[in-house]
């Protein structure tokens, strides 16, 4: 199973960015995917991700009507568009998926950073 991150980088605020997560050995479609960042001296939080039903999407408010995650269940991959980013969007992004049949099924990326600072 890999779950890897890219996209991440240095952006001003105000900026976009978009992260992108490139999923293998598993069954893409059968699991929900979702968007954890961690800052540093902070706890891992959820910043967006899809219901278990694996088509509605679900927001952090602190980036509700700023992010956009979308999937491709072709590609097997999963996407953070991040608008109107702000200093304290800076954190590492991680890619986690959650089985919609075996809950105790779930993997994570390594992580990617953004770090929003003029």
């Known amino acids: 199973v890999h779950l890897v991150e890219s996209g991440g980088g240095l952006v001003q605020p105000g900026g976009s960015l978009r992260l992108s997560c490139a999923t293998s050995?598993?069954?893409?479609?059968?699991?929900?995917m979702s968007w954890y960042r961690q800052a540093p001296g902070k706890e891992r939080e959820f910043v967006a991700g899809?219901?278990?039903?694996?088509?509605?999407?679900t927001y952090a408010d602190s980036v509700k009507g700023r992010f956009i995650i979308y999937r491709d269940n072709v590609k097997n991959m999963v996407y953070l568009q991040m608008n109107s980013v702000k200093p304290e969007d800076t954190a590492v992004y991680y890619c986690f998926a959650l089985g919609l049949d075996d809950r105790t099924s779930n993997y994570w990326g390594q992580g990617t950073q953004v770090t929003v600072s003029s």
């Open positions: 050995g598993f069954t893409f479609s059968r699991y929900a």
């Open positions: 899809f219901r278990s039903t694996g088509i509605m999407t």
